[in-house]
């Protein structure tokens, strides 16, 4: 201990416990008053005037932005017309379908908690545009899951096109027919 | 001193023994529980397929063994020793001390019985059923009630900085328990909080926080305080630091709590102040390990020759990194990165064994010699623990901050058409199992350190000769000086005033607690017409207890945050009113799997029927355990008229009717769920737990009144009720 030390120490002494009195340190001092400086303007801008954005209102700006990116990739998508083919496209969606729908239509599309969709009977309808509609609302009551918000424009278009190249399949060990018979 | 007296003081040694003996036995349970949970995270059949070591079980066991078992008996032999020297005086009881030591191990041993059964409710810390809350509060305060009495007996005028953290953990924690705990009983082992939704989500994070704060942060100041002179046998670097630093903590860290919440439903105003606020938390928290670290000046050195120096020194850098790392997650930008992720799992370890383990540790290899008098039985051995510790803790630390940045990085991921990369959850999950291994493997390092400790530690105790209960020794008592040859600060002189430093102690954390949480708790009153919400019916309240029950949470929330990749992936941004009427609340703070506030209706009865019983027959890759056993066992429809009784006695809307006939009510709903899984080819009896648990996931997110809808709807009895029947909707 320095001769300087020895002036700071302190005449407390708790078992044997001494202490020294030595300054704070500066940079210590700094980053608690930046801390503070900071804190209290960060509160003001945000929460006393309201300059600063709510999360509801910076929530809406984004998902407005999120809207926007999906309409012009969507456009950009259908003017370039399809630059893959048909073939590709049913390809791309067996991929799809294998992830997301295989769990409740069956790896074959026979079915088991949602129906077959290798047989003649719609619920809803046979044509591109039913099974569209269904595959990108869902049919929540009864546990048909919504999937515009998850795929794409194209990932859905392509997943309706590999069901219905399952379609007249007619699997063995299939779900019981649901719904209209569909010619 | 001529003006010195001399008085024997008798220091009682044997309750500090025997709190280090209960610390290194609950250590083990601590480890050994945190290692089988890392393990099943990697390995889903590492639960045996017992109910009562699945994971949502398991966890809250491993966190409170850590906490409350191992941590908690660390302080109370390090408070018991260290108070006695420190105010030259023995505790005020003997019989005290041995109710509080023999009344907090029977608390935990019935922790460990009830907490695998399933009695828990599912908030995290404070899990513990209301008969054992009671225990909790009554033991803490034969605690306190020892420690003040010894420091109004005390032979030491002014108290030391040690001291100060003493007091400021029993009084804090007494308040934040008691608060926090706040239930009503509707049966022995069961009770619902008083607070709903986001009330209880902000009282909780509030005792979550400080619990971190006051149990496992200021005490352990106290102890460094005490041990790090002691050991290097040098002066405190600087009082003046104590004082702003011991103040601006106690003072600050109250606030902190909403850094749990944010991005939630919580208003913004609370989540900006538990922003703000734990950012200005950092240079006090920071204060205290400069204190401790600058003590060693001049005796680096040691950090070389003395084991106990290394742990002590290692501790308080782990103190440092770890509150440094707490204000940057804070920050509401990184917290959406991490929050929810694992990201905050190696944070809290790096703060659990790192500074409270390697602190423990080093304090106690400095007071087993001194109990029995005797050298530790090998140094070489201090040497091992503490690499294999030290090496454990930074593979802990870094797996998991890997995994959380990915899964963090993985969730927020939006490509430029708007959509998200990686929709399917169970990716994010499968992509960090291998580090999951990573994990544990630094686990078993840590433990394999332990080992060597415990041998250590009884081959020195064997070796002893006998253990000195009480120790006798002489100290000096000084008279009073007379005031005007020694001016006194006026911090000093609060110093000798033991009454008024703890009031204004008090005082300090009361401030920031009622600040944030008075406004919050009318909060639900001024929730519009137009965004009601029908409250759970019987058969989904039943189900919500199972969920409760069994520990969901520690791996789902229910919490869709205010960012577009939340609301991409689970749906709109969960709102206040949804949670009203969730006693307790569910938000969560994991996601090991995903979020459930929407899952209502998302998938039919059936799929649940068979996720539950195996959720890889659904999805293949899943982690999630089995639950299996929730189709055989039953549920108690009777209960109900007694839960929606308490229920509506906190502020549920029921109405005599609903409340009388909870049972019909139930059995009605359940009926439905049976014919529409009978309807599927599943035949189930309408008693299982798993028809309940169903009714309340496909509940989730469906509870908004439509507009047109009036909030009298719910008014009408069962049966007649139109809500009812569109909640049974599976006809």
């Given at each position: 201990m320095t001769n300087d030390e020895n002036d700071k120490l302190l005449d407390h002494e708790y078992d044997g416990i001494q202490e020294l009195d030595n300054n704070l340190p500066l940079w210590w001092l700094w980053t608690f008053f930046g801390a503070i400086i900071f804190g209290f303007i960060y509160w003001i801008h945000f929460s006393l005037t309201g300059d600063g954005p709510s999360l509801d209102e910076e929530l809406t700006r984004d998902m407005a932005k999120i809207e926007q990116q999906r309409k012009q990739s969507s456009q950009a998508a259908s003017g370039g017309a399809s630059s893959i083919s048909p073939d590709q496209l049913v390809a791309m969606g067996e991929k799809i379908y294998k992830a997301n729908c295989a769990s409740c239509h069956k790896e074959d599309g026979g079915g088991s908690i949602g129906p077959n969709l290798t047989d003649a009977y719609w619920i809803h309808g046979a044509d591109v545009g039913a099974i569209k509609q269904v595959v990108m609302e869902g049919v929540l009551d009864k546990g048909m899951p919504p999937w515009k918000a998850i795929l794409r424009p194209q990932e859905v278009e392509s997943v309706v096109s590999y069901v219905i190249s399952l379609n007249g399949d007619n699997v063995k060990d299939g779900k019981a027919p649901q719904g209209e018979k569909v010619e | 001193m001529s003006d010195n007296q001399t008085v024997q003081v008798r220091y009682d040694n044997k309750i500090v023994v025997y709190f280090m003996m209960a610390t290194l036995i609950w250590a083990g349970a601590a480890f050994l529980f945190g290692l089988l949970a890392a393990i099943q995270l990697a390995w889903w059949p590492a639960n045996m397929n017992l109910e009562w070591f699945t994971f949502g079980r398991l966890r809250p066991l491993h966190t409170n063994a850590a906490i409350f078992a191992f941590a908690g008996n660390a302080v109370f032999a390090g408070v018991y020793h260290s108070t006695q020297r420190l105010l030259k005086t023995r505790m005020l009881s003997d019989k005290l001390s041995w109710i509080h030591f023999w009344g907090w191990q029977s608390i935990i041993v019935a922790a460990a019985v009830t907490l695998p059964l399933g009695f828990s409710q599912s908030k995290e810390y404070a899990e513990l059923e209301w008969p054992i809350d009671i225990a909790i509060a009554v033991v803490w305060i034969i605690f306190g009630i020892n420690f003040f009495g010894a420091l109004y007996r005390r032979r030491e005028k002014h108290i030391y900085v040690a001291i100060w953290f003493y007091i400021a953990t029993i009084l804090t924690v007494a308040l934040l328990h008691v608060v926090n705990s706040l239930e009503v009983p509707v049966s022995f082992l069961q009770s619902y909080p008083v607070f709903a939704g986001v009330q209880d989500a902000l009282v909780q994070w509030w005792y979550g926080h400080n619990a971190v704060a006051f149990f496992l942060t200021t005490p352990f100041l106290g102890l460094m305080y005490y041990y790090i002179p002691k050991a290097v046998n040098k002066p405190i670097y600087s009082y003046r630091l104590s004082i702003i630093h011991f103040w601006s903590l106690v003072f600050i860290y109250i606030w902190a709590g909403p850094h749990h919440l944010l991005y939630t439903a919580l208003p913004d105003w609370a989540q900006t102040l538990g922003m703000v606020f734990s950012l200005m938390l950092w240079a006090p928290s920071w204060g205290g390990m400069i204190n401790g670290l600058l003590t060693l000046r001049g005796s680096w050195h040691l950090l070389r020759t003395d084991p106990i120096v290394k742990f002590l020194v290692t501790a308080v850098t782990f103190y440092g990194m770890a509150t440094f790392e707490g204000p940057l997650l804070s920050i509401k930008s990184v917290s959406l990165l991490?929050?929810?992720?694992d990201w905050v799992i190696g944070h809290v370890h790096a703060g659990a064994l790192g500074w409270n383990g390697f602190l423990s540790f080093g304090m106690m290899y400095y007071l087993i010699p001194k109990m029995w008098g005797r050298e530790m039985h090998s140094k070489s051995m201090m040497n091992y623990h503490f690499w294999l510790g030290l090496s454990g803790i930074l593979i802990y630390y870094i797996s998991m901050l890997a995994s959380g940045i990915t899964q963090g990085l993985m969730w927020k991921a939006v490509d430029g058409t708007g959509?998200?990369?990686?929709?399917?959850?169970v990716e994010t999950v499968v992509k960090v199992v291998p580090l999951y291994w990573v994990r544990a493997f630094g686990g078993l390092l840590y433990i394999a350190g332990y080992v060597v400790a415990v041998v250590n530690i009884v081959k020195t105790i064997c070796g002893a000769e006998k253990l000195v209960n009480d120790e006798v020794v002489t100290v000096a008592v000084k008279a009073e000086k007379p005031a005007a040859d020694h001016e006194e600060g006026a911090h000093r002189k609060l110093e000798g005033m033991v009454g008024t430093f703890s009031v204004l102690t008090f005082i300090a954390v009361l401030i920031g607690s009622v600040i944030e949480i008075w406004p919050t708790l009318s909060i639900h009153k001024y929730v519009p017409q137009s965004q009601a919400i029908h409250p759970y019916t019987a058969l989904e309240q039943a189900g919500r207890d199972i969920y409760v029950s069994e520990g969901c949470y520690t791996c789902h929330s229910q919490m869709i945050r205010k960012h577009p990749s939340d609301v991409l992936r689970f749906g709109d941004a969960s709102t206040i009113s949804e949670s009203m009427y969730d006693h307790p609340f569910q938000w969560g703070s994991k996601r090991t799997g995903p979020d459930l506030a929407r899952i209502g209706k998302k998938y039919p009865n059936l799929w649940h029927f068979r996720h539950m019983d195996d959720p890889r027959s659904m999805v293949e890759k899943s982690i999630m355990p089995r639950y299996s056993w929730l189709l055989e066992k039953k549920v108690d429809y009777y209960s109900l008229r007694k839960k929606l009784s308490v229920l509506r006695m906190l502020g549920v809307p029921y109405t005599d009717n609903q409340v009388a006939e909870a049972d019909r009510w139930a059995e009605a709903q359940a009926d439905q769920i049976v014919a529409d899984l009978k309807n599927e080819g599943v035949e189930i009896k309408r008693d299982r737990q798993i028809i309940a648990l169903i009714a309340y996931l496909q509940s989730l997110g469906q509870k908004n009144l439509t507009?047109?809808?009036?909030?009298?709807?719910?008014?009408?009895?069962p049966g007649a009720n139109s809500s009812t029947d569109k909640e049974g909707g599976e006809e």
């Open positions: - | 991490a929050h929810y992720s959509y998200l990369v990686y929709p399917d959850f507009n047109s809808e009036a909030l009298s709807n719910i008014e009408l009895a």
